[in-house]
């Protein structure tokens, strides 16, 4: 249990939150994150840097038949989505406290993903600290690895700097997916391109926003 984000209401993830130490270890190779659903068959989504979970909490809800897992490495928002999570009930999400780019490189299965989300990813501005972004040559063809044929890896972000290197990637590895407009998924609200925190945060500050669905080829 913990209090952390939800201002004194106690927090607790349930059977909804996940860290390293529930994952097989790293020397035994992959990890099937569709293990840990009742129906491991089902299509599986996966969202990187989830904050506090409103993606997740909004979209999961419309896809019961999706199984999802959100990755986030901050521990206090991790705890604040799984315990939102948990609440809900929804059977068909988990949290996982992890590096998502660790995971994506070296656990996921192969063909396992229909679609990665990534919304507002840290931007990392200063160029020194370009190599912490989640967005690199080397995830660019993990993704290509843990998406099947067909799937999406969707981006949006309000920052410039970023949104060029997102292209710069997208250009740079054209012979694994293909670049196409993105289209808002079903619990973005009126004027919202996905509505996350995030975007709900620098809509108020007037920010523009920018989105691309890169289709794995
Ligand atoms: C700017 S916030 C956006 C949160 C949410 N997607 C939204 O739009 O409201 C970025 C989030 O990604 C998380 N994050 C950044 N790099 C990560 C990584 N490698 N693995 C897991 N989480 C990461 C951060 O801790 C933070 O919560």
Not at 3 to 12: A, N
Not at 31 to 56: A, H, N, Q, V, Y
Not at 140 to 146: L, N, P, S
Not at 185 to 196: D, L, R
């Amino acid at each position: 249990m913990s209090f952390g984000l939800s201002r004194g209401r106690e927090q607790d993830s349930g059977d909804f939150g996940l860290d390293r130490s529930d994952l097989p270890p790293f020397e035994a190779g992959r990890w099937d994150p569709r293990t840990l659903f009742r129906m491991p068959e089902r299509r599986f989504e996966l969202e990187i840097g989830s904050g506090k979970g409103t993606f997740l909490v909004q979209q999961a809800g419309l896809q019961p038949e999706t199984n999802f897992l959100g990755i986030e490495w901050a521990g206090e928002f991790f705890r604040y989505a799984a315990d939102r999570i948990r609440r809900r009930d929804l059977r068909n999400v988990r949290m996982l406290h992890d590096d998502a780019s660790e995971i994506v490189t070296h656990r996921i299965p192969d063909a396992s993903c229909a679609v990665v989300h990534l919304y507002f990813s840290d931007p990392w501005p200063k160029t020194r600290h370009h190599k912490r972004r989640v967005m690199q040559d080397s995830t660019m063809r993990a993704f290509h690895r843990i998406i099947r044929e067909g799937g999406e890896l969707r981006l949006v972000t309000d920052h410039d700097d970023l949104w060029s290197w997102y292209e710069d990637h997208a250009r740079r590895h054209a012979d694994l997916f293909d670049r196409e407009e993105f289209e808002r998924p079903e619990s973005a609200g009126e004027g919202e391109v996905v509505g996350t925190n995030f975007e709900r945060k620098f809509r108020r500050e007037g920010r523009p926003f920018h989105a691309m669905t890169l289709r794995r080829r």
